[in-house]
């Protein structure tokens, strides 16, 4: 055996094999100390910007020497292998390098969005401006990824030969094929569509506040196809994205994040209805739930046994609005039952011959010997 022959660079695959990996490995060296050179920047870095490219980018570029130096070595070591199997790892290389190049613009949308939303803030109570930025932003990032992403696909697909054939003969009979995935995809596109629709005319933003088949909850994702709807008790409810073009819905938080609740009382006629007034606006005065916008009392029905009276109040969000209303419900509770529980709820009767009737009454006399209480009204 010649040993000469063994070393000729080139007639030994061998050597080749172990240049190739020898590159290889050198990339990934050469990479992993350019993360650790640039980690520091990153993470002193005041720019926004900065700090999510070195963020985004730390796996990207840990296959970019690689890729690089492997395309650059395999121009000279070509010769050492087979026709064969030199085309087929030059072809592996390309199809790497395009996957890689498509991974590496696809990140460049999030560097954008994660600029985006450091700009517009979604934590402080006039949020709605941020909401309507980040929910275009979102849309549009996974759109143009998804675009991104097809466009790489049919690139890989055409360095492959035979694929090239099959898109010639498909090409030849275009007009039947696009009839065909038009019909096919027709439910899809009519979603991707709505999804469009959603993203600029904004019916629902990202946190928007809704309620949607009964369910109260808030926006929390929206995708090309569907949108994830966080219910107060953690579930989440998934509903198609065309929802909400075909369907009503309730959005609390469509203009502005500021409500308006009530509490209903139901009370005897005897009740002092300025106690009750003043009462609620000490509530509301004492609380940082209520935005000092809208305090009212009202009288807004009278029945045969009680008459209603209705308790208005505002707060900044939703959350608020629900702890003032528990709140305000709770307080005048225990203020009726300590301050004037003969004005509890309360069922009349009276003896006559000997017989028990009963008999509707709105005097605000006190309760004779013969009155029955009802609920927690006393006799």
Not at 164 to 189: E, M, N, W
Not at 303 to 323: F, N, P, V, Y
Request: hydrophobic letters at 50%.
């Amino acid at each position: 055996m010649n040993i000469t022959a063994f070393f000729n660079p080139l007639t030994d695959p061998l050597v080749g094999t172990l240049v190739f990996a020898g590159t290889v490995a050198l990339g990934f060296l050469l990479s992993t100390v350019l993360r650790i050179i640039l980690r520091p920047f990153g993470s002193r870095s005041r720019s926004v910007a900065v700090r999510s490219i070195m963020n985004r980018y730390r796996k990207p570029i840990l296959f970019f020497f690689p890729l690089l130096l492997s395309a650059f070595a395999l121009s000279f070591i070509r010769p050492l292998f087979p026709a064969s199997a030199a085309s087929a790892i030059s072809h592996l290389v390309q199809v790497l390098f395009v996957a890689w190049g498509t991974w590496a613009l696809a990140k460049l949308f999030f560097v954008v969005e994660d600029v985006v939303f450091d700009k517009y803030t979604v934590d402080v109570r006039d949020n709605l401006r941020a909401r309507k930025v980040r929910t275009q932003t979102r849309f549009m990032k996974r759109f143009a990824s998804a675009v991104l992403a097809l466009l790489g696909f049919g690139i890989i697909l055409t360095t492959f030969g035979t694929v090239r054939q099959v898109g010639t003969t498909l090409l030849a009979s275009a007009g039947v094929v696009g009839i065909i995935i038009g019909f096919a995809a027709q439910k899809a596109l009519g979603l991707v569509i709505a999804g469009f629709q959603v993203a600029f005319t904004q019916p629902i933003r990202l946190d928007d506040v809704v309620i949607v088949e009964g369910e109260w909850g808030r926006i929390e994702e929206i995708t090309l196809t569907y949108v994830v709807v966080r219910i107060w008790d953690l579930r989440r409810l998934i509903i198609p994205i065309n929802f909400f073009i075909d369907k009503p819905f309730q959005n609390w938080t469509r203009v502005s994040a500021d409500l308006l609740g009530t509490v209903f009382l139901y009370l005897d006629y005897s009740v002092p209805v300025d106690a009750i007034r003043k009462e609620h606006e000490r509530l509301l005065d004492s609380s940082a739930l209520w935005d000092r916008k809208v305090c009212g009392v009202q009288v807004t029905d009278a029945t045969e046994k009680t008459m209603e009276i209705r308790l208005l109040m505002s707060a900044g969000d939703s959350g608020s609005l629900w702890d003032l209303r528990c709140m305000v419900r709770e307080k005048m509770i225990c203020f009726v039952q300590e301050n004037h529980p003969e004005s509890l709820p309360r069922f009349r009767a009276e003896l006559q011959d000997g017989r028990l009737e009963s008999t509707v009454s709105s005097d605000t006399t006190p309760p004779s010997d013969t009155e029955v209480s009802e609920g927690t009204g006393t006799s």
